[in-house]
């Protein structure tokens, strides 16, 4: 390894790490990564561009003082009440330069900009959420690669918010790896022990340590991990913690446990399900005042919480999804159209955009897609296919914020089509011909408000890269559709045999 008082004329390239000066001081290390085959390793914990990002250079990514207080509107309105991992009286007592306050800052802006009204004043920084996501998050990275920041909660807080809204943007990894750091702050600073801190530090140490759990529960589920949080690691205090919660909070964490004992014993060895009666979302609504939480908060954690009944429903690829000897299927089907309509219809353009909704509206296309090739009757052959269908569009207008929804959305599509082609049989002369929502637009617009023009994020009107067209040359071509959203528990179709 170089030392520091090493020339950068000397060592043109390089493996290792290492810091080699140059004109303007230092040089950056980049993400090193090696190609050679399938188990490539990435540093995601690096940033992804190359020119360096100085400290003065974040700066400028940041809006202008009075946008900043409209984003932190937004922020508080939205993402606080569901993910409270922000210290907010801390964060407002921060000098308004400090590196503190900038990391903060930044990570705030990312998790703002699913929202559609935060477009306006983001523009200055890129053209979309998922080009703005980028550049910021490069920023932050570079600020930890440097440690500007030594306190180990304000950094549990940023990596936090990144980790949570990196998940479905393109690489599953780059969030693993976010949330990884996070949770080794967490357990360097001892935040899971009683008496680690003083008493004016322990509610949001408390609030960052359950915000942990329930990233760590969600990426168990999404991308199918282990878990690295676990209850026991919490000792008797999580339960208790949850009950101290405010009411949006506490109502999301206890349809979180739900999803972690689902996650749980769908991954036995003899899944036979949940155990007892699942709960209904109204069971879990009365444990909470729920007078204060506005109706699209509460949208948001029931699309969760039909999540959870769709994972908890035991599956067997070797019964017919037809059958009607057990609830599971049933449920299922519920589940998934509640979620499509909640999404799609009731609450369209009004949830917060957590990456719990690609992952539910995910789960219900699983569903509908396997009512849609096991059904023999006519009838529900078609309504699958329309749920479907509807099912991707939902995925496609949350392309924009989700790279990976988008993807998935124009695979399935294709499966349907080529699933109507064989069907058809080549009657007519159809079998050439593409249905209309192939053929109409292979790109999709980010619309901020379901009634109005869009005023944040349209995408220029080229051929999707994933479009019919392209879609068999591809390099993402080979992607199974269904492999960003949990293939191992109760979505392969069927219901279980009576025992």
Not at 36 to 58: I, K, R
Not at 158 to 176: A, H, P, Y
Not at 316 to 333: D, L
Request: one cysteine or more; hydrophobic letters at 35%.
């Amino acid at each position: 390894m170089a030392s520091p008082a090493s020339s950068s004329e000397v060592i043109k390239q390089y493996t290792l790490r290492a810091w080699l000066p140059t004109t303007s001081g230092y040089s950056y290390p980049a993400a090193t990564t090696l190609r050679s085959n399938n188990f490539s390793y990435t540093n995601y914990l690096t940033p992804s561009a190359s020119p360096p990002c100085p400290y003065g250079q974040c700066l400028h990514l940041l809006p202008t003082p009075d946008d900043m207080e409209a984003i932190l509107r937004i922020y508080m309105e939205t993402i606080q009440p569901l993910f409270p991992v922000l210290d907010y009286d801390n964060y407002r007592s921060m000098p308004a330069k400090s590196a503190d306050k900038i990391l903060l800052s930044l990570s705030i802006c990312i998790a703002a900009s699913v929202d559609p009204r935060s477009g306006q004043y983001f523009r200055h920084v890129a053209a979309c959420p998922a080009d703005f996501s980028l550049t910021i998050s490069d920023a932050i990275k570079f600020s930890n690669l440097l440690g500007l920041v030594q306190d180990k909660l304000i950094l549990i807080q940023s990596l936090s918010l990144l980790s949570l809204f990196k998940l479905f943007s393109g690489n599953r990894q780059e969030s693993t790896d976010l949330l990884s750091h996070a949770i080794s702050h967490a357990h360097a600073a001892g935040l899971h022990y009683d008496g680690h801190t003083t008493p004016q530090m322990k509610q949001a140490s408390t609030r960052a340590l359950c915000c942990l759990f329930a990233i760590d529960t969600i990426h168990s589920a999404c991308s199918r991990h282990p878990a690295q949080f676990h209850r026991r690691d919490f000792g008797s205090s999580l339960t208790s913690w949850v009950a101290e919660q405010e009411p949006c909070f506490q109502l999301f964490l206890r349809t979180i446990l739900l999803l972690e004992r689902a996650v749980d014993i769908s991954r036995t060895v003899e899944y036979g399900g949940w155990e007892d009666s699942f709960p209904s979302f109204e069971h879990l609504l009365g444990k909470v005042d729920t007078s204060s939480i506005p109706a699209p908060l509460i949208a948001t954690i029931e699309v969760l919480y039909h999540a959870v009944a769709i994972v908890a429903c035991p599956s067997s690829p070797s019964t017919s999804a037809c059958s009607g000897s057990s609830e599971a299927h049933p449920r299922q089907a519920l589940a998934a159209s509640r979620i499509t309509y909640i999404v799609g219809e009731e609450f369209y353009g009004q949830l917060t955009l957590l990456p719990v909704i690609p992952y539910a509206v995910g789960l219900s296309l699983r569903v509908s897609w396997n009512i849609m090739l096991r059904s023999k009757t006519r009838l529900f052959k078609e309504r699958a296919g329309k749920q479907v269908l509807d099912n991707c569009a939902i995925l496609r207008s949350l392309g924009g914020v989700y790279s990976s929804a988008s993807c998935m959305a124009d695979l399935a599509e294709r499966l349907v089509y080529e699933q109507e082609s064989k069907g058809e049989g080549g009657e007519n002369g159809k079998q050439n011909q593409e249905p209309s929502y192939l053929r109409s637009d292979a790109s999709w617009r980010w619309a901020p408000e379901p009634t109005l023009e869009s005023t944040y994020c349209l995408m220029h009107s080229q051929p999707s890269p994933y479009s019919p067209d392209a879609h068999f040359s591809n390099p993402v071509s080979h992607l199974d559709i269904w492999d960003y959203f949990d293939t191992d528990v109760a979505v392969v179709g069927g219901t279980p045999e009576n025992s």
